[in-house]
């Protein structure tokens, strides 16, 4: 019996193992080489490296343009997720309700859902020719004379950031409305039901029934994001001139990490200190969406 429940232990730690190489070559390892990194004068075109302690660190601190980047992160992530989480808690509430009983969720959830499909290079490349200085934006307001002269929107620093927020929440709210119905679509109806019998409406309801059943989603939702923000660069990246233009408006961690990363010298020990902060600053968040959204006794 002893040697039959060894055998079965055995083969459960043996289809486990192929993920747990994969972790530790491309999961752990360049997290530890990225903390090593970050204390040392490592460039691309030189091959003797040393250890420099908290330099590149308070370097950063010092750095107006690194400042800048961590509030232009947290600024797009925040105003992009905010009506992403909304928008995407109403029409999941519609389209799950009882009472409205919604013909075609179905429907409505994959065309939602279709944004999140495309590629971020295609969609930055659609939208730098939809409002750039020739483009159909620019052709429409002129036409229609609402504009006196073709615009560089893109040259503009509230138009650039307002452009990049509305394509993070055009993306990725299908998403967050697909697991904000699965999680709804889990929950009991005879609780609602035996709610209503008691005179409840429907804001008690969702107060009270389906946002506390709805938080290991939300815990999901909320922490992914995070993750998906901290690390915004595509998008940013290629809608402009790649350097987080016009005048550092839209520059975010990841973007300064890579500018460091490919400069002249190819900073590695620099660009490592930008994503060793970027992983603290996200684990710090993330571990407190999860003592606040934790189930409470």
Excluded at 20 to 32: E, R, T
């Amino acid at each position: 019996m002893l040697q039959m429940k060894f055998k079965q232990d055995h083969y459960g730690y043996l289809f486990i193992t192929p993920f747990i190489i994969a972790f530790l070559i491309f999961g752990f390892y360049p997290v530890v080489n990225t903390l090593y990194l970050s204390f040392t004068d490592t460039t691309l075109m030189s091959k003797q490296v040393n250890i420099v302690g908290f330099k590149n660190f308070t370097n950063l601190f010092n750095d107006d343009i690194f400042m800048n980047a961590v509030k232009n992160t947290w600024l797009l992530w925040i105003l992009n997720f905010i009506p992403q989480i909304g928008v995407a808690m109403v029409l999941s509430v519609w389209f799950t309700s009882l009472r409205l009983n919604i013909k075609g969720a179905g429907i409505w959830r994959a065309i939602f859902f279709l944004p999140n499909l495309l590629m971020p290079a295609s969609i930055a490349a659609l939208f730098f020719s939809l409002f750039g200085y020739y483009g159909p934006v620019n052709q429409f307001l002129v036409r229609m004379e609402i504009l006196p002269e073709a615009m560089q929107f893109l040259q503009n620093q509230n138009i650039a950031r307002t452009l990049v927020i509305f394509i993070q929440w055009w993306m990725w709210f299908g998403a967050t409305i697909i697991l904000l119905m699965a999680g709804m679509t889990a929950i009991p109806e005879s609780l609602y039901e035996s709610a209503m019998m008691d005179g409840a409406t429907e804001s008690q309801m969702f107060w009270n029934i389906t946002i506390p059943l709805l938080k290991p989603i939300l815990v999901y939702l909320f922490v992914t994001s995070l993750v998906g923000g901290m690390q915004m660069f595509d998008i940013p990246y290629l809608l402009t001139d790649g350097r987080g233009s016009p005048s550092g408006s839209i520059m975010t961690n990841n973007i300064l990490m890579y500018l460091k990363f490919s400069s002249s010298k190819g900073h590695i020990g620099a660009a490592s200190s930008v994503g060793m902060l970027v992983f603290i600053m996200t684990c710090v968040f993330a571990f407190g969406i999860f003592y606040f959204l934790r189930e409470k006794d």
